[in-house]
C-alpha cells in the first residue's frame, strides 16, 4: 500500500511589520466598513458593472482631452489633427451621455472612492 501525501496544515499568516497593531486595526476598520451580506440581483450588478466602466472611460475622456489640449498648445498638431481630435473627443462624449442615460446614472455618479488616495475624478 503506498503512504498517503501528506496534506499542509493551514498556517496563519505573519504579519511582517513593525506596526502590527495599527495594521490590525486598520483592517478591522475595513471590515467594518464593509456590509455583512451584499445583496445581488442582475440589475444592480448589471448598473454597477456599467457605472464602474464609464468611470474609467470617463477618466481616460478626461486624460485624452488634457493630452490634447497639451498638444495643441506646444503646437504638436496639425489644424486638420486638431478638427479631427476634438470632432472624436465630442463623438466620445454624446455617446456617455447615452450610455449614462441608458444605466440611469449621473455625471456625479461616475467617480470612485480610493480610500485613502481620495476620489478618482
Do not use: W
Not at 513593525?18 to 466598513?33: M, Q
Not at 486624460?63 to 478638427?83: N, T
Amino acid at each position: 500500500m503506498k503512504p498517503s501525501p501528506e496534506v499542509p496544515l493551514p498556517v496563519e499568516p505573519e504579519i511582517d511589520t513593525l506596526h502590527a497593531e495599527e495594521f490590525a486595526r486598520e483592517l478591522r476598520r475595513a471590515s467594518d466598513t464593509l456590509p455583512p451580506r451584499i445583496n445581488i440581483d442582475a440589475e444592480s450588478v448589471e448598473q454597477g458593472l456599467a457605472k464602474l466602466v464609464l468611470t474609467l472611460i470617463e477618466f481616460i475622456r478626461r486624460l485624452l482631452e488634457k493630452q490634447a489640449i497639451r498638444r495643441m498648445e506646444g503646437g504638436d498638431l496639425s489644424p486638420e489633427q486638431i478638427e479631427e481630435l476634438g470632432l472624436a473627443l465630442m463623438k466620445l462624449e454624446e455617446k456617455m451621455q447615452e450610455l449614462k442615460a441608458q444605466f440611469g446614472l449621473a455625471k456625479e455618479d461616475l467617480n470612485l472612492d480610493l480610500g485613502p488616495v481620495g476620489r478618482l475624478i
